[in-house]
């Protein structure tokens, strides 16, 4: 069993910045791509960026290219998004998830495992 834990959630205003986190239990980026997801009040979950396990290639949403970058440490077992140019829009639960990427990486089945989610709120 993979388990994977969310940090770095906060308050941040409009413009700010946020890196979050995900650490993942034993080796699991060595064979699983991570992707993070949100989910926004009343809204569905939905992908935001992606990064492979076996070349390090990324994928964005359309409103994360620009803004977010995505990146991960092996030696740590940990995943990060940096956020930047935060907006109200932004505001969600974000998740991390370990599965595979691909061009259709925004799809929730690609991932077997998820984590609990780490709350992001922008807001003056």
């Known amino acids: 069993q993979w388990q994977l834990v969310e940090s770095g959630g906060g308050l941040v205003q409009p413009g700010g910045s946020l890196r979050l986190s995900c650490a993942a239990s034993?080796?699991?980026?060595?064979?699983?791509?991570i992707a993070w997801f949100r989910q926004a009040p009343g809204k569905e979950r939905e992908g935001v960026s992606c990064?492979?396990?076996?070349?390090?290639?990324?994928f964005y949403a359309d409103f994360a290219e620009g803004r977010f970058t995505i990146s991960r440490d092996k030696a740590k077992n940990t995943v990060y998004l940096q956020m930047n140019s935060l907006n109200s829009e932004d505001t969600a639960v974000y998740y991390c998830?370990?599965?595979?990427?691909?061009?259709?990486?925004?799809?929730?089945?690609?991932?077997?495992?998820w984590g609990q989610g780490t709350q992001v709120t922008v807001s003056s």
């Open positions: 998830a370990a599965g595979l990427c691909g061009s259709t990486w925004y799809r929730e089945r690609r991932y077997d495992y």
């Open positions: 990064i492979s396990a076996n070349d390090d290639s990324t």
């Open positions: 034993r080796r699991a980026l060595d064979y699983y791509s």
